[in-house]
């Protein structure tokens, strides 16, 4: 007569092997999931960027200059940080939770403030165009999702 097991549940090799595989699978999700919050958090400063952009060029046709302050400009520079994350404002930056914005000369510049990826988005008011620039490899992942390769290290975002 043959012994009918009644073995219910998993063995701990089982289990292991489960565990071994769902941790795998988090070491490949996880860098993806953090390159596509910081590419979102690139495409607000090109949104913010570009919305200085076409202040700047309004200040310049009512005032002929360009404004050297961002008290001057109409724009509400604090982007969805608004409710919470208060947005520091001088005469020419403006920082906020993942950038600092800089108004110099003919151009504004968002430097991410992210410790794992340096970039910068640069907006000219006088040719009306929006770079992305960086010597990062990690930065050059987020400036190359965003736009065309110029020269190296430097992307056109159209």
Do not use: H
């Amino acid at each position: 007569m043959q012994k009918r097991s009644n073995k219910k549940g998993m063995t701990l090799l089982e289990m292991m092997v489960v565990v071994i595989i769902i941790a795998g699978m988090v070491m490949v999700a996880y860098p993806t999931y953090l390159s596509s919050l910081e590419k979102g958090r690139a495409l607000e400063a090109v949104r913010l960027v570009s919305n200085f952009v076409a202040a700047q060029v309004k200040y310049r046709a009512d005032n002929d200059t360009y404004a050297t302050s961002f008290k001057y400009l109409d724009v509400d520079a604090s982007g969805k940080d608004k409710t919470t994350n208060p947005t520091v404002v001088t005469d020419n930056t403006v920082t906020t939770q993942n950038f600092t914005y800089t108004l110099s000369g003919t151009t504004i510049s968002a430097t991410s403030r992210s410790n794992s990826y340096a970039y910068n988005i640069i907006g000219t008011y006088d040719n009306d165009t929006i770079n992305c620039t960086t010597s990062s490899r990690s930065g050059k992942k987020i400036c190359s999702s965003l736009g065309i390769q110029i020269s190296d290290g430097v992307y056109r975002i159209e």
